[in-house]
């Protein structure tokens, strides 16, 4: 948490991609060295590591995602342009998000070579 409140989404998104590829003995090890992804300084992420501003913002999360999720759910938990993007019975297949993220608009590499429907009818 300290280290996304450190830095902006594209920061964010860098950094935690880094951690998801580490292989770092432990989380800290891995964020000091991921740090540098998200053009974090180190030393602020790991001062507010070691205060109580670390145990706020996870609380503050945790509200967060209490809030939105009252009752049970699942992981990942799906948005296409802030609506829940709901696939029966499991989680959404890469294919099937991919086409839903296209198909809202995304500019991702990967949509420019789709071949998008040419109708707007829903096809689940």
């Not at 998104?13 to 935690?16: K, N, R």
């Given at each position: 948490?300290?280290?996304?409140n450190?830095?902006?989404?594209a920061?964010s998104?860098?950094?935690?991609a880094?951690?998801?590829?580490?292989?770092?003995a432990?989380?800290?090890?891995?964020a000091?060295k991921c740090s540098?992804?998200g053009g974090?300084?180190?030393?602020?992420?790991?001062?507010?590591y070691?205060?109580?501003?670390?145990?706020d913002l996870?609380?503050?999360?945790s509200?967060?995602y209490n809030?939105?999720?009252?009752?049970?759910?699942?992981?990942?938990?799906?948005?296409?342009n802030?609506?829940e993007?709901a696939?029966?019975?499991?989680?959404p297949g890469?294919?099937v998000l991919?086409?839903a993220?296209?198909?809202?608009?995304?500019s991702a590499a990967?949509?420019?070579?789709?071949?998008?429907?040419k109708?707007d009818?829903?096809?689940?």
């Open positions: 948490m300290c280290a996304f450190k830095t902006d989404t920061g998104v860098a950094f935690l880094c951690m998801d590829e580490s292989t770092a432990n989380a800290v090890a891995g000091k540098n992804s974090l300084d180190w030393d602020s992420v790991d001062a507010c070691k205060s109580s501003d670390a145990d996870l609380e503050a999360a509200a967060v809030k939105q999720f009252s009752s049970s759910t699942y992981v990942p938990h799906v948005f296409v802030d609506q993007f696939y029966p019975g499991t989680s890469y294919a991919k086409q993220l296209c198909e809202a608009g995304s990967i949509c420019k070579s789709m071949e998008m429907p109708t009818a829903c096809l689940f």
